[in-house]
């Protein structure tokens, strides 16, 4: 599927930066924000060596430790997704662990096996890319942690600081791309657990609507099921990932997570079109995917905040 633009949209790596101004003063958490589920995990660890992680069924796990050759390929297959700053995405669903074996402090991200890449390297890499795009902002969203001490929770959040500096955004009622931009802010941190608590620069928990179907049409119903019911104050993300189970996947062996992303996004992204950001009842804001590369993804999501101009939302 191609993610090229027409010439009336705006580039994706700098979207933000072409909001028209009627826009600016509106806070982010009634605009329509692409995200990506289960981001950085683009760059999963091949290496043999590294183990499955600690989430995945027990069958699964002792399936790969004594069955890795046959195994593997099918964890590899169904874990892998990606995220692309200058596609459009400003919202990073970031799951982050230690692993059991390791004797470093070191910190990596994991969907079904862990990444070669550390977290500290891949935040310089955001905030290299941040240097050079000033009035874009990016929401880090840092959960589901697997295997952290108190210690290696306290490292994570010296080394968020120490990296973004200046960038992050301290909690304030309003969060406008105006006021972002008046004060240099480009990084919202939203951290999930109890040490966040009281700290000015980490946000609580984001929301994350997860519908937890692995067919279009029930995560869509499900969606119009909670939307009746109103949207949450501040931000929040409805995640139109599809999510697989270890029955789908044996049933699906010639299959992998990209084919079914794939194949269903004409139905998703008909569904996202259709949807309004804002303050409303049934309004969306942060709508995550996965491969959002790969598709008309972002400028769908993007393209509707055109619906604030003209007062529908």
């Not at 990073?92 to 074996?101: F, G, K, N, Q, S």
């Not at 977290?119 to 290299?128: A, D, G, K, M, S």
Request: net charge negative.
């Amino acid at each position: 599927m191609s993610a090229e633009l027409s010439p009336k949209e705006p580039r994706m790596e700098e979207w933000m930066a072409h909001l028209p101004c009627a826009l600016w003063d509106i806070p982010l958490c009634n605009l329509a924000i692409p995200g990506s589920h289960n981001a950085i995990t683009y760059c999963l660890d091949m290496n043999d060596r590294s183990p499955v992680d600690l989430t995945q069924p027990d069958m699964l796990q002792k399936l790969d430790r004594y069955m890795k050759p046959l195994i593997r390929p099918f964890v590899y297959k169904w874990a892998v997704t990606q995220q692309q700053l200058d596609c459009g995405v400003r919202y990073c669903d970031l799951r982050i662990a230690h692993r059991p074996t390791d004797t470093s402090t070191d910190l990596y991200f994991y969907h079904g096996v862990y990444t070669a890449t550390t977290v500290e390297t891949v935040l310089t890499e955001i905030r290299v890319w941040l240097d050079t795009h000033p009035r874009e902002v990016v929401i880090l969203s840092f959960s589901h942690f697997l295997g952290l001490n108190q210690e290696l929770h306290m490292l994570l959040i010296t080394a968020i600081r120490a990296t973004f500096a200046t960038k992050l955004c301290p909690k304030t009622e309003s969060v406008t791309l105006r006021n972002l931009w008046a004060q240099g802010y480009q990084v919202i941190v939203s951290y999930e657990h109890k040490l966040a608590s009281g700290q000015n620069d980490l946000w609580a928990h984001i929301p994350y609507w997860w519908a937890n179907k692995c067919k279009a049409e029930a995560l869509i119903q499900e969606f119009e099921h909670r939307k009746q019911h109103g949207r949450p104050g501040g931000f929040f993300v409805t995640g139109i990932n599809l999510t697989e189970d270890l029955k789908y996947i044996c049933s699906h062996p010639t299959e992998s997570l990209r084919d079914l992303v794939i194949s269903t996004y004409p139905a998703l992204l008909a569904w996202v079109r259709e949807q309004s950001p804002g303050s409303k009842v049934g309004s969306l804001n942060i709508i995550a995917g996965d491969f959002v590369g790969e598709s008309r993804f972002a400028p769908s999501v993007v393209a509707l905040n055109d619906k604030l101009l003209d007062g529908s939302s």
